[in-house]
T-cell receptor, first 114, second 115 residues
């Protein structure tokens, strides 16, 4: 069955420090993978996506993610975190041939300390 | 104004009451979705609709029903609310192109509390 796992429920980093949020997926075919961000009181916004090609993808707000097929992972990174990055982050896999159905991970809440 | 608007944004109700959450969009998208968010569980798909005449169940449709009144409107109903339906509900939209690339456009959410 298709699934997405985000092992870390909550992460706290200092402002200016680097960040890595983990995501592991289970999917029988080549996955289409996504990271969404949910700021407090807001809906979800697409950060970046991977379909094929270069395994390192760039997104908005200075985020990047690397697809590693051998590890079934799609980890999100940012070299220097800003206080405004505090939010909840969701990894998702697209079940194509089902009209845009996304399977989401459990989410990782990011706190940023001064 | 938001492209995807959900009403109400917050609602407290009692067990057994009928509740409707409404979603309207100005993006001109044909596809609309209702998700439920619970802490530690992420977002789970309740129902989705590809057009006015097409409604599909998602992962957790039991206890819910939907109505696609028009291309721009998609409402979610709880016929008899129960406490474990307390959650944050999101409406999302996409068109075929966006759907095939996984990009959904979300509303700001409706927080429902069932006492």
């Amino acid at each position: 069955a298709q699934s997405v796992t985000q092992p870390d429920i909550h992460i706290t980093v200092s402002e200016g420090a680097s960040l890595e949020l983990r995501c592991n997926y289970s999917y029988g075919a080549t996955p289409y993978l996504f990271w969404y961000v949910q700021s407090p009181g807001q809906g979800l916004q697409l950060l970046l996506k991977y379909f094929s090609g270069d395994t390192l993808v760039q997104g908005i707000k200075g985020f990047e993610a690397e697809f590693k097929r051998s590890q079934s992972s799609f980890n999100l990174r940012k070299p220097s975190v800003h206080w405004s990055d505090a939010a909840e982050y969701f990894c998702a896999v697209l079940i194509y041939n089902q009209g845009g159905k996304l399977i989401f991970g459990q989410g990782t809440e990011l706190s940023v300390k001064p | 104004d938001a492209d995807v608007t959900q009403t109400p944004r917050n609602r407290i109700t009692k067990t057994g009451k009928r509740i409707m959450l409404e979603c309207s969009q100005t993006k001109g998208h044909d596809r609309m979705y209702w998700y439920r968010q619970d802490p530690g569980l992420g977002l789970r798909l309740i129902y989705y609709s590809f057009d006015v005449k097409d409604i599909n169940k998602g992962e957790i449709s039991d206890g819910y029903s939907v109505s696609r009144q028009a291309q721009a409107k998609f409402s979610l109903s709880l016929e008899s609310a129960i406490p474990n339906q307390t959650a944050l509900y999101f409406c999302a939209t996409s068109d075929q192109l966006a759907a095939n690339t996984g990009e959904l456009f979300f509303g700001e959410g409706s927080r429902l509390t069932v006492l």
